[in-house]
Nanobody, 121 residues
Framework: VQLVESGGGVVQAGGSLRLSCVAT????????VGWFRQAPGKEREAVSC????????YYLNSAKGRFTISSDSAKNTVYLQMDSLKPEDTAMYYC???????????????WGQGTQVTVSS
């Protein structure tokens, strides 16, 4: 099982980024893939999750209405479209695999290496 994130970068406040998580070694339709983020000095927090069985779930109140999770099962890829970005969205963003969507980082079975998102004011 391997998860590889990409799409991070530096963007001005109000801008957009689309993160990608390419998964190999398992069938996306049978598992859940979530996005988490961790800012320096803070705990890792759940952003959103999607699964073949249950569709999208959004955990982060501050991201609701700005972030959209989607997937392409043919490409085994999960995306996180982030719009109206704010400086407080600055963090390392990770995708993670689990059996069911869960906001608990300790409940994830596999992690990607992360992609850095920096939002300047």
């Amino acid at each position: 099982v391997q998860l590889v994130e990409s799409g991070g970068g530096v963007v001005q406040a109000g801008g957009s980024l689309r993160l990608s998580c390419v998964a190999t070694g398992f069938s996306f339709d049978l598992y859940a893939v979530g996005w988490f983020r961790q800012a320096p000095g803070k705990e890792r927090e759940a952003v959103s999750c999607t699964s073949g069985r249950n569709g999208p779930v959004y955990y982060l109140n501050s991201a609701k209405g700005r972030f959209t999770i989607s997937s392409d099962s043919a490409k085994n890829t999960v995306y996180l479209q982030m719009d109206s970005l704010k400086p407080e969205d600055t963090a390392m963003y990770y995708c993670a695999l689990s059996g069911l969507c869960s906001p608990d980082p300790s409940g994830q079975a596999h992690w990607g290496q992360g992609t850095q998102v920096t939002v300047s004011s």
